[in-house]
């Protein structure tokens, strides 16, 4: 029989979604979504790979590209790896992009469902510099002209900051809003208690990630190294639009074989609802399994006690 509960994850926008890693609380701060053309999104596919691969579709047959942040608190201490979409809740039609429809906006809320409040926010990590990860970092809070996160440093490579100009969403005025906020950081650098930066340039030559260890656990946010976990079977898909396919899927196939041999947890903030998942591999094929629907709720990795975790 079917998983249709587990299939609904895969085409819904993520919940928010908290699990230890060690002494740490790492969750999912959802934002919005984006609604892709699947095709669109990956070219190289046809219609015939989607009729294979429907249990990721929505009911218009749409890809769902969550959008949010990853909240990582280490005691009284937190900090966010990327800032969602921003405060921009009517959807950008289909029709105006023509290949996706995207929203935002619940951040701050989700952010408060999890008992933190912007000010707490040491650092906001952005992965690169595109408008679904800047967000809230550019935009000011409701009420207030300053940004959401502005007594936070941002940080970002210095690869992604020298190419801001040219970077998609990163206007003059984002751009001015971020700049007294950044501090550059580099590949190995500890940010935060148990969370250091690692490059992983393909998607963007600045592209940044974030692993998160404390005593025997560990867990990678890749950023866009993936999009969705249909490319976790499909590392070879290439996205629309980047600048080398053939060293970006190289790359993709070095995260998952990592993730994989080295019993590494993989954060997929784009990953529609299953955002937290180890990588399963026979042989050179990959798989995902979300990781709150593994049988074991023990051990450095089990799903955390905030009401909030959802199932």
Do not use: C
Not at 178 to 197: I, T
Not at 204 to 228: C, I, K, N, P, W
Request: cysteine-free; charged content about 25%; hydrophobic content about 40%.
């Amino acid at each position: 029989m079917r998983d249709t509960g587990s299939e609904d994850r895969l085409r819904r926008p993520a919940r928010i979604r908290s699990v230890r890693v060690g002494e740490l609380r790492v969750s999912y701060v959802p934002d919005g979504a984006v609604k892709m053309v699947p095709r669109s999104l990956f070219p190289t596919t046809s219609d015939g790979t989607w009729e294979r691969n429907g249990q990721y579709l929505d009911a218009s047959g749409w890809l769902t590209i969550s959008a949010g942040g990853l909240l990582i608190e280490h005691g009284e201490r937190a900090m966010l790896v990327d800032a969602g979409y921003g405060p921009f809740p009517e959807p950008v039609s289909m029709e105006e992009h023509g290949m996706a429809s995207m929203y935002g906006g619940s951040l701050l809320e989700s952010l408060a469902a999890l008992g933190r409040r912007p000010h707490e926010i040491e650092a906001v990590a952005i992965t690169h510099l595109h408008v679904e990860h800047l967000g809230w970092a550019a935009h000011p809070e409701p009420g207030s002209a300053d940004p959401a996160f502005g007594h936070a440093q941002y940080l970002v490579s210095a690869r992604e900051w020298e190419d801001r100009r040219t970077t998609f969403g990163v206007t003059e005025q984002v751009a001015d809003a971020l700049a007294p906020r950044v501090r550059v950081v580099a590949d190995g650098d500890e940010v935060f208690p148990g969370v250091r930066a690692v490059a992983l340039p393909g998607h963007t030559a600045g592209q940044m990630g974030y692993e998160v260890t404390s005593g025997d656990a560990r867990l990678l946010a890749f950023a866009d190294v993936l999009h969705s976990p249909v490319q976790v079977a499909h590392p070879d898909w290439a996205i629309v639009g980047e600048p080398a396919a053939d060293a970006s899927a190289a790359l993709r196939r070095q995260v998952l074989a990592r993730l994989a041999d080295e019993d590494i947890v993989g954060f997929g903030i784009h990953f529609a609802d299953v955002p937290f998942g180890r990588v399963r591999r026979d042989g050179d094929t990959f798989a995902w399994a979300p990781l709150d629907q593994e049988p074991q709720a023990e051990g450095p990795y089990a799903p955390s006690g905030n009401a909030a975790d959802g199932a």
